[in-house]
């Protein structure tokens, strides 16, 4: 290895970084979108920009869709109710062509109709955790793998930093473009560090049993319930009787629940083997007020309808492991945290594209006197990584927008139109990085500005909701953060574009 | 064959390639061990409910393979951190499987 401490954290730093770099944008990026998935549902299926309700909902009338869902033999049914952020309910069961997702409107109970996307909570927050890659749970591994690099960059790259507290104040636009983006990597890199370091750090620790498993496989034997009924204290009988039972009023449950908590909202209610006699009804509770992620629960007999258990905290260890989460998750209600968790998470993405930037200037003129490939590699992979993710984003918006309810072609429905148009437009992305070298950064900055300002004016045209419109109703606010976001973005990747095709930049990088 | 690996390139490539997989498996290796341990030992060291020290072995492990990732790559030594790692692996799953054996009665 390098010869000294720093020399070796600095060799780790660079490559950890150049090899991973990719993968921890694309996380990096999709969780700080991930923070708004549900403005992002609002604004990619316009049937949910509902108004909150007026009056509370009568469980009652999902009946019908219950009926349907145990007629179907789904081991499950769910339904997440509304929220500050979403007023539209979410009912889910699955049979065996697969899940049904119905959205359904809390003011007239009237099931709305399909919008044909994965959106915000179903395409891009499950790419943040696991890049949609089930087989054999490879995408967590990966996402894994990355993070604990995320860590290590976190630490090897306070180590290599000289002088901390002066580069602090240290922001040098007008120097030399290496100078800058060093500076821009370091003020984002200590400014966002304990953030940075944190949400990596409480990311691994809700999949902890994915990723180090020996503990609870060793103490439980391998049995995962075992380990559940022991951690939460709920032993619920998980088998099916087969024979047909009835359904108890959900209404009368659910305010038992809310009685047993003096008045807490409620956030699912989850019934387990839908028809049967030994049906049971789980009903959560809703954390709007504090940080942690609880698995406070109430659990109802079916058919009875009486109340079997329901629990509210859990011992002190699982309890930070729940505050962990819940920091991460962010589910609380606080609009101030959740623009600022935005913003931190914007200066990860800055600070991942400016280290790639770093490795690429200073590497440059030194490859091309000794007719090196690295430079070209490693710049077609920062390229489709960065603006290549915000391009496919954008196209994924734009994608969105153009596609008619109940498209389908090539033998796909519509939300998987919208997803292949993802990925199909983020391979392109590599491609064109490698194909034209010179001029790559440019090229897709121009079209992150196009394709950002193409989302927005396609929102007002295929649903009317322009930004006057948008920002004079409250419901509607959602819609108007997303559309001033896309058109901020479209400003900035002008400007970036503008400066980048500066005749002596452009010069300089042929020159190389 | 022998010429190759007598090339520096190869040899600094290789040491490369191993430190890689002792940092980065044998690192995982040996926190997964130490969290196993951990978890069987804090239910009768700190009369933590068994639940509870499955959490919180589990939950230091990240800290664990972090400092052991840093380690991997810090330390000038290559054979020294192989049979170190090699040493806590050992003796962090024996202990834990050990204990296993022992409470079950076996």
Known sequence: MEQGFRASMNWLHTWAGVVLGGLLFAIFWMGTLAVFDREIDRWMAPMIRLPAAEKPFSLESLRPLYETAAAAKSPFFSVGLPTDRDAAIRVLWSDQSGQTHRFIDPNTGAVLPDPGTLAGTRFIFPFHYMLHIRAENIGYWLVGLAAMAMMALCVSGVIIHRKIFTDFFTFRPDRKPRRLVLDLHNVTGVLGWPFHFLITLSGLVIFWSTYFPSAWQLTYNGDRLAFFADAYGNVVPKGRSGESGGMASFDAMASEARRVWEGSALRYVFVRNPGDAKSIVQIGRLDEGIVSSTYDAAYFDGPTGALISYKSGTAPVMSVQRFLAGFHFIQFRHWSLRWIYFGLGLTGCVLIATGYLFWLESRRKKHAQLGLKGVRIVEGLAVGSVTGMLIATAAFFVANRLLPLGAEAFGLDRAALEVWTFYLVWLATFAHAWARPQRAWMEQCWTVAALACAAALLNWITTGDHLVRSLSYRHLWPIAGMDILLLAGSAIAAVSALRLSRPSRVARVRHA | ?106
Not at chain 2, 53 to 64: H, I, K, N, T, Y
Not at chain 2, 83 to 99: M, N
């Open chain 2, 1 to 106: 064959m022998q010429r190759i690996l007598q090339r520096p390139g190869a040899r600094k490539a290789i040491s490369v390639i191993v430190r890689l997989i002792a940092a980065i498996g044998g690192g995982y290796a040996a926190s997964a061990g130490l969290a196993a341990l951990a978890a069987r030992v804090l239910p009768v060291a700190a009369a933590m409910p068994p639940s509870e020290a499955v959490v919180l072995a589990s939950m230091l492990a990240f800290l664990v393979y972090l400092g052991l990732l840093i380690w991997g790559f810090a330390e000038p030594s290559l054979v020294r951190l192989c049979l170190i790692l090699t040493a806590v692996g050992v003796v962090s799953w024996g202990g834990a499987f050990g204990l296993v054996r022992l409470a079950s009665g076996g």
